[in-house]
């Protein structure tokens, strides 16, 4: 079967660094998606890696090896407003997205 | 205002009873889904739409019915509803099923069965 695993909850400090990983076993790989969803709201996306290798974007950043089925998302300086959950997600080879079960990051000042 | 527009917000629904959940986007995406979210198991796909005219069953489809009219609504009915059903309700599109830029969702539907 297909499946993603990724950390239920992580705790930081404000300013701090975190790595949030995401695992994969899936039927194909079209590319990899990190979402950010705070408490009530929506998925909005926040990063897509289709090849090996880092791609950042200001504060974050999204590492992808294909080869070990494994992405990370790194946030450095961390906000309050940082505190969310982060959905890792995989586009198998049926293009349909496979999610996995989110990381509820929590951001102590 | 550009994007997905979802109703009602929210609803209470009593056991047995049939509702359609409307979706509609204005961004003349391809792709749209039926997404529902419960604490612990993330999103499940329920169908979706590739472009329209065309409709396609998920993860847990059953006990619903989309149709794919025209390429920007996507409702989604719940026949006869049931507690299991309570759930948080998102929808959502793409350009297309090939995107490297995401999905965009709706704001979400939070469905209670009574």
């Known amino acids: 079967g297909q499946n993603i695993d990724q950390p239920t909850e992580m705790t930081a400090t404000e300013g701090a660094i975190v790595q949030i990983n995401c695992t994969y076993q899936?039927?194909?790989?079209?590319?990899l998606f990190w979402y950010q969803q705070h408490a009530g709201e929506a998925p909005t996306f926040l990063s897509y890696?289709?090849l090996d290798g880092l791609e950042e974007k200001g504060r974050f950043s999204s590492f992808l090896s294909r080869s070990k089925g494994y992405s990370y998302l790194l946030l450095k300086e961390l906000q309050m407003k940082d505190s969310a959950s982060y959905l890792c997600?995989?586009?198998?080879?049926?293009?349909?997205?496979?999610w996995g079960a989110g990381t509820k990051l929590i951001i102590k000042p | 205002i550009a994007g997905i527009t979802q109703a009602p917000t929210s609803q209470i629904l009593a056991a047995g009873r049939r509702m359609t959940l409307r979706c509609t986007q204005d961004?003349?995406?391809?792709?749209m889904y039926w997404y529902r979210q419960d604490l612990g198991l993330g999103l499940r796909l329920i169908h979706y739409?590739?472009?329209?005219?065309?409709?396609g069953k998920g993860e847990v489809p059953d006990g619903y019915s989309v149709s794919r009219a025209n390429t920007d609504d996507f409702p989604l009915t719940l026949a006869s509803a049931v507690p299991s059903q309570t759930s948080v309700y998102f929808c959502?599109?793409?350009?297309?099923?090939?995107?490297?830029?995401?999905?965009?969702f709706g704001s979400g539907t939070r469905l209670t069965v009574v």
């Open positions: 899936t039927s194909g790989f079209n590319g």
């Open positions: 997600a995989v586009l198998d080879s049926n293009y349909q997205l496979i």
């Open positions: 739409s590739n472009t329209a005219g065309t409709t």
């Open positions: 890696n289709v």
């Open positions: 961004m003349r995406h391809n792709a």
């Open positions: 959502a599109s793409s350009d297309s099923i090939e995107s490297s830029h995401g999905y965009t």
